[in-house]
């Protein structure tokens, strides 16, 4: 027996839409079957458009941060900043990861002086003849001892890019994708251990990489070696006569081989802020800050800044809230590995002008971040000349001047003068 019609006689859509008198039990069916899809749809609808609601409100009070910058200007130095004032835990999950990457630096840092030291030209020693003799002869040594780890070289970049090479990139730069250090932790660990919880603490008896492992063993038993390198007269007078330039990562870490060398070494907080690697792509991070009692999520963008990456910056100019531009200052004698007749200030002001001119960022708030100026004072006390380096234009000279007139504010405020 047919229901009740629930429909009213005086409503002109209800009357239309009100089945036929003749309708069967069949098509009865099919009508309430249509009826309840076309509900389950419109209530999807409405769910979907409630989520989107609470994901925009959601999104407007996150902040949207873009970390850009030439190539080695610090960007991923800053991030770790980040991560250790507002995330120190998972700075500390990937703490053993950060240890193949120091050893690299230790092992190109040590290859570098040795392949400087092949062309080195003997008119640089003002030793005696037979001085410099047992010096080439005390090098050679060096050489010979060295040789086993410095070709580790290779495997360790491997590891660390996963066979990625980068073409364009530059005099053989490693970079890694974003996840390498639970990549890194994997080759550690095994497959069975490669994701740790969170309450997960890498143990130093759980280290196993082999290629880790037979590295360290090298580092342990030549720490010698390479402290006599690193101490060879003819090595501190190429650095000083700047016929050897070494990043400040290789001195750091070559001055502390004795700690880095140990068996026992796990990753200062210090060392992972020295630690060098390039990143390729874009890596996000997820920082939860609180301002004015309210957490806020800062979504920091870090771009990789080689000249070859810096097409993919801009899908992320869109809804951006704000772009750190880390410029290092002190790299006014230095130049591009991608090209090496550009000079490393004038491409930064090059990128920074251009940044500044987008169309897609005028509403953007920029942050400038003149970043190693410590370096920057170091190079101007040791003599050298900044004019040497950098094209004469106006703006030039004028950032430069800024520059070093916050570097003297800051020497009168040590002596107390101001």
């Known amino acids: 027996m047919r229901t009740p019609s629930i429909y009213s006689q005086d409503d002109p859509l209800t009357e239309a839409l009100r089945p036929p008198e ?101 008119s640089l020693d003002d030793n005696s003849a037979a001085t410099g003799r047992l010096l080439d002869l005390t090098i050679a040594g060096l050489r010979r001892r060295l040789s086993p780890l410095v070709a580790a070289d290779g495997a360790l970049a491997d590891r ?29 660990l095994g497959r069975k251990r490669a994701r740790p919880t969170e309450d997960f603490e890498l143990k130093k008896d759980e280290l196993q990489d082999p290629l880790v492992q037979d590295v360290s063993r090298m580092l342990e038993a030549s720490k010698d070696d390479i402290r006599e390198l690193w101490a060879h007269p003819t090595v501190k007078g190429l650095i000083a006569r700047r016929r050897l330039k070494l990043d400040e990562w290789s001195e750091f870490f070559l001055r502390h081989i004795t700690r880095v060398a140990a068996s026992d070494y796990i990753p200062s907080t210090d060392d992972i802020l020295h630690a060098r690697i ?94 190693k100026t410590d370096l920057l004072r170091s190079k101007l006390d040791n003599g050298l000349r900044v004019q040497k380096y950098v094209v004469d234009t106006k703006a030039t000279q004028r950032i430069i001047g800024n520059v070093r007139d916050s570097i003297f504010r800051g020497y009168l405020q040590s002596a107390a003068l101001v």
């Open 278 to 371: 390039q990143t390729m792509g874009v890596a996000e991070h997820v920082f939860d800050v609180n301002i004015h009692g309210k957490a806020v999520s800062w979504h920091l963008f870090d771009v990789g800044g080689a000249r070859g990456q810096r097409h993919t910056w801009v899908p992320y100019f869109d809804d951006a809230n704000a772009i750190i531009f880390v410029a290092p200052v002190s790299a006014f004698d230095q130049y591009l590995e991608e090209d090496p007749r550009t000079n490393r200030i004038d491409d930064s002001l090059q990128l920074f002008t251009q940044i500044c001119s987008s169309p897609l960022l005028k509403n953007v708030h920029l942050v400038l971040f003149l970043n």
């Open 160 to 188: 660390l890019s996963g066979g990625v090479t980068v073409s364009g990139s530059g005099k053989g730069g490693v970079f890694v994708r974003t996840g390498w250090q639970a990549r890194t932790i994997e080759n550690a």
């Open 22 to 122: 003749s309708e069967t039990e069949l098509q009865r069916q099919i009508r309430l079957e249509q009826e309840a899809e076309a509900k389950r749809i419109s209530e999807q609808i409405d769910e979907e458009l409630r989520l989107e609601r609470e994901d925009l409100k959601r999104k407007r009070g996150n902040v949207k941060l873009l970390l850009l910058g030439q190539a080695e200007s610090g960007k991923s130095t800053l991030q770790k900043q980040f991560q250790l004032m507002y995330r120190p835990h998972s700075l500390e999950q990937e703490r053993a990861s950060w240890r193949t990457v120091i050893y690299f630096n230790v092992v190109r840092s040590i290859k570098h002086i040795l392949t400087t030291l092949e062309s080195w030209d003997d």
